[in-house]
């Protein structure tokens, strides 16, 4: 069964750093875009970050852009979230996921169709 299971998440205060990551239990992993999603209480989720399969490429939503940075070792099968900069809004359960295909990448969350349990951000202001 597939499994990816967020870590790194915590109570910060505004201005601070936190280091997500996300370790897969899948076997094509290196195949697979992957992308980080957030989820405040009362909000849709939203689209943070995308990284294609080698990492070459990296989309950000324009809120998070020049604070947070993805990055993903294939040979550890685990994808990271460096958030750097942190503010009150971007307090959220911090999600992973993998795209349902091979080697795409995207920022619509119908796209992915593995998910991990996500981990809880708070930032303090």
């Known amino acids: 069964q597939v499994q990816l299971v967020e870590s790194g998440g915590g109570l910060v205060q505004a201005g601070g750093s936190l280091r997500l990551s996300c370790a897969a239990s899948?076997?094509?992993?290196?195949?697979?875009?992957m992308g980080w999603f957030r989820q405040a209480p009362g909000k849709e989720r939203e689209f943070v970050a995308a990284?294609?399969?080698?990492?070459?490429?990296?989309t950000y939503a324009d809120s998070v852009k020049g604070r947070f940075t993805a990055s993903r070792d294939n040979a550890k099968n685990t994808v990271y979230l460096q958030m750097n900069s942190l503010k009150p809004e971007d307090t959220a359960v911090y999600y992973c996921a993998a795209h349902s295909g091979y080697s795409r990448h995207s920022s619509d969350p119908t796209d992915y169709d593995k998910w991990g349990q996500g981990t809880q951000v708070t930032v303090a202001s």
């Open positions: 990284i294609s399969w080698s990492g070459a490429v990296i």
């Open positions: 899948l076997r094509t992993f290196s195949l697979h875009g």
